[in-house]
Every structure is written in structure tokens, then in C-alpha cells.
């Protein structure tokens, strides 16, 4: 791979020199859990490539930056080498790297590709460090933007493996390429004579190759009569008020679940609708102690809640995002129009097909 080298000082190179020492630290992981990115998923492939086992994707065991010696993805004491990219210089920097490349065509992964080099077990890098040695705990650009905002792209923070958005032309991220197409495998279902695709299933953490994954049902198929929101996703409360399906409130279902009817109206969002938080909602499905006091305060206005949060895993992003709706379905929320709301959201909101 080509090298962009940029003249340094001696307070660059002792910087870089620092940096360096820091991503050699092993990261954090929890022994007591088992990883979902073991190494023998991975296949080495000339000490500088790293193939998944399970999605087929050929990686750089390197960050773009980095050379590959003595085992070790390295950075120069002597020179700087330019790891940090804006939009622009990244795709500037992967063709350059495609034409100089005789057999391998590399791209920037899409964030769903990406997030299949998280370590769940570990942090400080959340990845598996002896596939990918001296991963920097920092941000990696991907190849999806924003599904509201074509400005703004994904991106992973490799510190703990949280996903967030950050407007392309702001920004400068590492680089991590990849190659190949996830395989589209089928396997045979026995019992009622059926293909089941596999890469559905691509999540790291079930053995595609085990005949029982044909007992499974598969999620959209599950669903597939719910009421959907604009994105075509489930709109589980809805599914729930319209009777399609009916909870228990404990294991055992039998323990009372105290619905508590109060809204809560946040009217400082700017130009975005106001958002409404509804009791009467979440206490269909949660008690108060899943909320109060650990995340959030008791008293509305003891709470400043803001969207950096949310998207950080905090807050509002415990939940959504995870086991709830997306953070990125913001018309969910933000539902109470005023007068300062722009015609673009009411139309986005009245007509779905207008949000491309």
C-alpha cells in the first residue's frame, strides 16, 4: 500500500512516538466472558490481510497509516505518516490505494460491515487485538451516511464500539479498508423442506454451519403483519395498543404493571418539532426502577437530555436504538409541530416517500 509521508518536527515525532506507545497498551477485555470475534474466525492471509470466516470479508490488518512489521501494525518514529483523513482525502487515499494495487480492489466498509469488528468483551480498542494488533482506540470513517441527512456519515468510535454520525466536511477519522462481498449461503431446512438465508443470520455469534439455525424464525417473518412506522420498521407500540401482541408483565405474568398517564413536553429543540415524552407508553412495557434513578432523574427539569448523549448509549440511547426504535427515527419523538418548524420536516412527516 502506498504511504503518504508528510515532513515532521521533533515535537510531531515525539508525539507520534507517544501515540504509538500508548496503542501498544493491551486492551481491556472481560476474561470471564466469551469474545465473539475469537482468532480462529479469522484466517491470516500473508501476515498483512485478515479474512472472516464467517462474513467473507478480506480486511487490512492495519489501520491506513500503519505498515505491518515484526508482527506488530506500526507508525515511523523517524516520519509521520498521515492516518486521519477527512471525507475527501479518504476516498482520495482509497483510490490511490486501488491503483496501486494488482489484485485486490479495496473499499471503506459500510457501517453494518464495520461493527462486525467490534470485540464485545473488550474496549480501549473494542476489537480483537491479536487479528488486528495495535488498533487505534479512536474513529473510523464508513461508507453510509445519514439516512436523514446525506451530510452527515456513520461512524465507529473504537474506544468502547459506539456508532454515531458526524457531518463529512468537519471531521477528520481513521481509515480501515475492506474487500469482498458477504457469501449469500443457503442451507436446507429438513423439517419442512425450505432454504434459509444465511447471511440473515451473519451476526457473529451463531454457527452458520448448525442445521437447528433452519428451527429458527426468521425475524421478518415474525413481523410481518405488525404495523410498521415510516421507515419500515416495526412500530412496536402500536403492535402492542393494537392487541398483536400481548407481554407478560413477569415471568410468571401474573404481577400487576402500573400504567401512569403523564406526559412530558420538551420545547427546547430549536427548529425541531417539540418532543413529547409519553408515561402512558413506556410504562406499558417498563416499571418506573428501570429508569429512575439510574438514568434518569426523578424531576423533569433535573434532567438536561440531549441528542450527543442519546447517541452515545446514554439516557434515551439505554434503550433506543438497542431494544427499542432507532435513534434515527426522529419523527418518533419529535411529533409536537410550532410555528418555527420548517416545511420540509411536515411534508417529510405527512409523506413518507419524501424523505429520500
Known sequence: ??????????????????????????????????????????????????????????????????????????????????????????????????????????????????????????????????????????????????????????????????????????????????????PKLTIQDPVIDRQIEIEKWQDGLRDLTNPSLSQLQLFDNATLKFPKDIHGKVNWVKTLSDGFIKPRTSIEGFAPMQQIEQNILYKNTEHMPWVKFSHSIHTQWLSCNNCHTSIFAEKAYNQTINMQNIYQGQQCGVCHGKVAFSTNSCERCHSVMHKNVPENWRTFIAKPDSKK
Open 1 to 182: 500500500m502506498n504511504r503518504l509521508i508528510i515532513q515532521t518536527t521533533p515535537l510531531i515525532r515525539a508525539l507520534c512516538l507517544f501515540f504509538t506507545m500508548l496503542s501498544a497498551q493491551a486492551n481491556q477485555c472481560n476474561e470471564g466472558s466469551r469474545p465473539n470475534l475469537p482468532d480462529d474466525r479469522f484466517l491470516i492471509i500473508n501476515d498483512i490481510y485478515a479474512k472472516d470466516r464467517v462474513t467473507g470479508l478480506l480486511w487490512t490488518r492495519c489501520t491506513i497509516g500503519q505498515f505491518f512489521e515484526d508482527g506488530q501494525c506500526q507508525s515511523s518514529s523517524q516520519r509521520q505518516v498521515n492516518s486521519w483523513y477527512n471525507w475527501t482525502d479518504a476516498k482520495r487515499q482509497l483510490a490511490r490505494i486501488n491503483a496501486a494495487s494488482e489484485d485486490i480492489k479495496w473499499r471503506i466498509p459500510t457501517i453494518d460491515e464495520l461493527t462486525t469488528l467490534i470485540e464485545r468483551t473488550c474496549q480501549d480498542p473494542a476489537t480483537n487485538e491479536t487479528i488486528f494488533p495495535d488498533f487505534p482506540a479512536w474513529t473510523f470513517w464508513t461508507n453510509t451516511p445519514f439516512s436523514l441527512n446525506n451530510d452527515y456519515r456513520w461512524i465507529i468510535d473504537f474506544y468502547q464500539g459506539k456508532a454515531s454520525t458526524v457531518l463529512e466536511k468537519s471531521a477528520t477519522h481513521n481509515l480501515r479498508l475492506v474487500s469482498g462481498t458477504p
